[in-house]
């Protein structure tokens, strides 16, 4: 089983009473939602999503999905990756969406190109909102319609409705 498989099974598991997040709505705002990015490469891209996170420190926010990257790559098929990590100091979940119509090499476990990217930042003492989330976009983004609803979307506010439900 791939890493996000044992998240989400790990997540499962659990009682929902335990996590904040089983309710919840995804937390991403048109602010941060990346459309027709040009990025040649995962670290390009990575960096340009890393931009919109205005009260986050570019360098630390690259680091931590870098470090994390380096366990092992979070394109998990289907054209979709999930980069996330822990941060310090953060408050509360930060999300960057990019849609790269040309794809990105993200050493994906399908050999394929990724078109989805979906970026999590979590505060770094609060394990199971990073699960819960974790959980749920792959969850969502394992799902046909979604993804192709995600590529055709015209703007940012479509992005968002769509992780809106």
């Known amino acids: 089983m791939h890493y996000l498989g044992e998240m989400m099974a790990r997540f499962n598991g659990l009682n929902p009473k335990q996590h904040k997040m089983s309710d919840a709505l995804i937390p991403i705002t048109p602010e941060h939602v990346l459309l027709g990015s040009q990025a040649q490469s995962k670290r390009a891209l990575l960096t340009e999503m890393a931009t919109l996170l205005t009260s986050i420190d570019l360098g630390l926010a690259l680091e931590t999905i870098t470090a994390r990257e380096k366990l ?94």
């Open 72 to 165: 092992g790559s979070t394109g998990m098929g289907h054209g979709v990756a999930i980069p996330h990590g822990r941060l310090e100091g953060l408050q509360e979940p930060a999300i960057v969406v990019a849609i790269h119509e040309k794809g990105v090499d993200f050493d994906a476990i399908d050999g394929g190109l990724v078109h989805i990217v979906v970026m999590l930042l979590v505060p770094n003492d609060d394990h199971q909102i990073h699960l819960g989330l974790l959980a749920k976009l792959a969850r969502l983004l394992q799902q046909e319609h979604v993804r192709a609803s995600l590529l055709a979307a015209k703007d940012a506010d479509e992005v968002v409705r769509i992780f809106q439900g």
